[in-house]
């Protein structure tokens, strides 16, 4: 764990304190920021907000001090009260390398807010906000908190949380989250907190499928989007599905952890764990056991 937060705090831009989205590693096994590259120095609600709740789990562990964390999340608040928000809402992608005379970065690659990136960023506010109880710090963050509504994202058509905010063409996505055992869970959860019904959480699909292991055992799961670890795990960071739901969700991110091993088995491979990645060709794709 403590590897993996020096992996993350490698990726800190030092100007912004937000971590870019890429970055190449040299041969002696530095992480190397590539500066005049808009694609290398990207960051989006999601990288900052895992950005944010690494440096807090850092201070929790004592890899880094109680002032350093605070220092860090604070330079973090600092950008993120610049940055450009419709509703209290912050856009896919921003450029780290192009900062403007406030030291604000711009908004890059299109003009869409996603709802799901965006309920990423909110849950790490939490934490951090919970993080720094007491401190003017945690203020300043109830101030970014306070400004958003989940309702923006609601499709009353069909009792869903649409995709995002096409701000280019003012309007809502035409795509709604459906799929319960994903990411998406934690949006209609926030969407639920900020009053909408209930239904936003019940109308989620909850198909269930069988893997069949080498064994002939059947393993029966709700089935994600494309069956990788990161959709069926990644809300359980901030929800804590152990404790609210130990015999449903949290039984059913063990069985799908079991399908992932068996299936890296049946393929003799040592390593087990797909999720969603860059493919070598640099396009954005679905990976997972199908």
Do not use: C
């Amino acid at each position: 764990a403590q590897a993996t937060f020096s992996g993350m705090a490698a990726l800190f831009e030092p100007q912004t304190g937000l971590p870019v989205d890429k970055a190449t590693i040299a041969a002696d096994g530095t992480v190397q920021l590539v500066r005049g590259n808009s694609d290398f120095m990207k960051t989006s609600p999601t990288n900052i907000g895992l950005g944010m709740t690494s440096v807090v789990i850092a201070r929790d562990h004592g890899w880094i001090t109680a002032q350093e964390a605070e220092a860090r999340v604070t330079k973090m608040i600092d950008s993120l009260d610049k940055m450009e928000r419709i509703q209290g809402f912050w856009f896919n992608w921003y450029d780290l390398g192009a900062l403007d005379e406030t030291g604000a970065p711009p908004v890059t690659l299109n003009e869409f807010l996603s709802a799901v990136d965006n309920a990423n960023l909110t849950a790490s506010l939490m934490v951090a906000r919970a993080a720094f109880d007491g401190a003017a710090l945690a203020d300043r963050i109830q101030a970014l908190l306070d400004a958003q509504d989940y309702t923006f994202f609601y499709n009353s058509t069909v009792g869903l949380m649409t995709h995002g905010w096409d701000a280019s063409a003012n309007a809502p996505s035409p795509y709604d989250y459906g799929t319960f055992n994903t990411e998406a869970r934690l949006l209609a959860l926030l969407g639920v907190s900020d009053g909408l019904p209930r239904a936003v959480w019940d109308n989620m699909s909850r198909a269930v499928l069988a893997y069949e292991t080498a064994t002939d055992e059947r393993i029966l799961v709700v089935a994600p989007w494309g069956g990788s670890l990161f959709e069926a795990l990644f809300a359980g960071l901030f929800m804590d599905d152990v404790t609210y739901a130990p015999d449903s969700i949290a039984e059913h991110s063990r069985r799908i952890i079991r399908v992932h091993m068996e299936a890296a088995a049946k393929q003799g491979r040592p390593i087990w764990g797909w999720s969603p990645r860059l493919s070598p060709q640099g396009t954005y794709e679905e990976a997972g056991v199908p």
